[in-house]
T-cell receptor, first 113, second 116 residues
Framework: ETGVTQTPRHLVMGMTNKKSLKCEQHLGHNAMYWYKQSAKKPLELMFVYNFKEQTENNSVPSRFSPECPNSSHLFLHLHTLQPEDSALYLC????????????FGPGTRLTVL | AQTVTQSQPEMSVQEAETVTLSCTYDTSENNYYLFWYKQPPSRQMILVIRQEAYKQQNATENRFSVNFQKAAKSFSLKISDSQLGDTAMYFCAFELSGAGSYQLTFGKGTKLSVIP
């Protein structure tokens, strides 16, 4: 039990679909992150939120739209994705100041057909 | 920009033996943190060990220990008495210290197989 949960665990969608990934942390952290893990590539940071405010957007295409309604919840809205977007999407959280250990959720395995 | 290199895509070790996974990084900064994360087949990322760059003493966590060589920018992970449950992908990660530095930079990972 890491305190970070993600739903769904698996998702298959067509390129014209709209879906959302959900992340919830029960650790009282204030920073939350979305990562993308593609085969044989390093983990790629996508978005960072600190106190519900987006602080990082690593040149992510607009077909990925994050939302952070509060410090415990983070969403990733998906629309008109491409097959190359198929990957494992990991959510993480940490305390707000300085470097602190990030705790990861189990990930959502996304397949875009 | 920081980079993290894991030069061993795959490794194997006999159960109960010791194995060392290598990691090197590149940075011009002086204050940072280094991590090893484990990702078993369940895909959950689990923190294994954390090292503060200002500490000369190598971090240890039960059967896991690191050899941190700051001058050489090397951060290897040693797993002693390997167990079947250690089979996983292992990621080395780097993070700058200081307010506002929230970004972890990961290596590509090393796939470790523990053989019975």
């Amino acid at each position: 039990e890491t305190g970070v949960t993600q739903t769904p665990r698996h998702l298959v969608m067509g390129m014209t679909n709209k879906k959302s990934l959900k992340c919830e942390q029960h650790l009282g952290h204030n920073a939350m992150y979305w990562y993308k893990q593609s085969a044989k590539k390093p983990l790629e940071l996508m978005f960072v939120y600190n106190f519900k405010e987006q602080t990082e957007n690593n040149s992510v295409p607009s077909r990925f739209s994050p939302e952070c309604p509060n410090s415990s919840h983070l969403f990733l809205h998906l629309h008109t994705l491409q097959p190359e977007d198929s990957a494992l999407y990991l959510c993480a959280s940490s305390q707000e100041y300085e470097t602190d250990t990030q705790y990861f959720g189990p990930g959502t395995r996304l397949t875009v057909l | 920009a920081q980079t993290v290199t894991q030069s061993q895509p795959e490794m194997s070790v006999q159960e109960a033996e010791t194995v060392t996974l290598s990691c090197t990084y590149d940075t011009s900064e002086n204050n940072y943190y280094l991590f090893w994360y484990k990702q078993p087949p369940s895909r959950q990322m689990i923190l294994v060990i954390r090292q503060e760059a200002y500490k000369q003493q190598n971090a240890t966590e039960n059967r896991f220990s690191v050899n941190f060589q700051k001058a050489a920018k090397s951060f290897s992970l040693k797993i002693s008495d390997s167990q079947l449950g250690d089979t996983a992908m292992y990621f080395c990660a780097f993070e700058l210290s200081g307010a506002g530095s929230y970004q972890l930079t990961f290596g590509k990972g090393t796939k470790l197989s523990v053989i019975p």
